[in-house]
């Protein structure tokens, strides 16, 4: 009998001082949790991309939590939802501030539109392909298409497409990892929205630029001409739209012939 | 003090718990992405077998053993290694929270962790006394961070590397832990050189 009441006995004992011990540890030792910080926490997305510019997600809801902000809008990728979830959670008005995508201003690699000063063989990324020489694109501003920003994105955002990074407008939270991926600083941040962008940041001059690049802004100015709303300005042989000032009227797209403006 | 060393050296290399022992391989292939993370897990290890052995040895040795309940040690052991890692988030959440941030995440992990359990158990089937027990322990948790940042390197040498598309993934990772722990076979040879000494 002794042979089946001892074990039990021993592993039964064993289970009720350890559970025991835990009921008391866990009473005794209890950290008074913020309440309105666990409630912040479950509402933010849990990317810890720091776009907030707090310590990843928990950062920022510990900053809420106790007051050090109130600036409920600071996350980019929860979006209005969150925003409007936090305001409701700390009781002040949510943040209007205008959701913001990636854009990437060059298009070179797209069915080989840009010529190659070389053959690259090396490892299969952008940062390291810009070590050497600035990469394998003649066009010293050009994207190296290896996917850097693919990698970066915590969202699956971007992907490669015909040899361009392509940025899905539906999946971007405006985290701006890419942004800081791309050793071409091709990639900025813009509010959502049906505007143009120029797809070239290339400063070289127009007959250059014309010799190794299909769709390279050569700085030509018909664009400026073309918008009536005064939003296209040239810099360094390169035309901008300012995004706020465009109406999205395509005057621009058919007075390029360079094909280097298109919809966001 | 050279048996001492001999047994820590062995538990690192030659009975390294990943490579040469297949324990633990779960956390091995799981965590074994990012360096930092594969630092923290192994350091958590470290800690946790060493608790664990401390307080398991002396369980066996002076419950189980003289009531003749030795094949109880495997539901004992599981038992005891589960509520002392609750404890210790308990109190490292508590007392150290700076450490609980870096270990925190890690620790339920390990709480059914195979290496661990098998670390406490295998003790015994060799024999080693409470001290040389510790420093197994020891050993042992220091071998699995050996082996989880040398993979840890290879996964992140793998990142870069242009890999046909049916080995992509698992398959390669795979392939290289098999050539990591084959190299890892080499230093069986010198395991009876070192403790027989």
Known sequence: MTEILLPILIIGGIGLIAG???AIAS???AVPTNETYEKIRECLPGANCGACGF???DGYAAALAEGETTQSGLCAPGGADVTKQIAALLGVEADSSKRKIAVIHCIGRQDNNAETKMNYHGTKSC?????LYGGDNACPDGCIGLGDCRKFCPFEAITM?????VVHKELCKGCGMCVESCPKNLISLEECGATYTVRCRSHLKGAACVKICKTSCIGCGLCVKACEQGAVAIENFCATIDSSKCTACGKCKEACKRKAIALQ | MSYMLGVLVLSI?????????????????????RLNTAVGMSVAVIFVMVLATAVTYPLFAYVLEPNNLGYLQTIAFILIIAALVQL?????KKYIPSLYKALGIYLPLITTNCAVLGVTLLHFTKGYSYGIALVNAFGS???FLVAMVLFAGVRERLESCDIPKFLQGLPITLIAAAIVSLSFMGFSGIANGLIGG
């Open chain 1, 20 to 22: 025991a011990g835990l």
């Open chain 1, 27 to 29: 009473a005794l030792m």
């Open chain 1, 161 to 165: 497409e015909h040899g361009s990074p």
């Open chain 1, 55 to 57: 310590t990843g997600c």
């Open chain 2, 13 to 33: 290399f030659a009975e390294n718990f990943v490579l040469s022992q297949f324990l633990g391989i779960c956390p091995f292939l799981g965590v074994s992405k």
């Open chain 2, 141 to 143: 948790g220091i071998g």
């Open chain 2, 88 to 92: 210790v988030e308990i109190v490292l």
């Open chain 1, 127 to 131: 940062r390291t392909a810009k070590q």
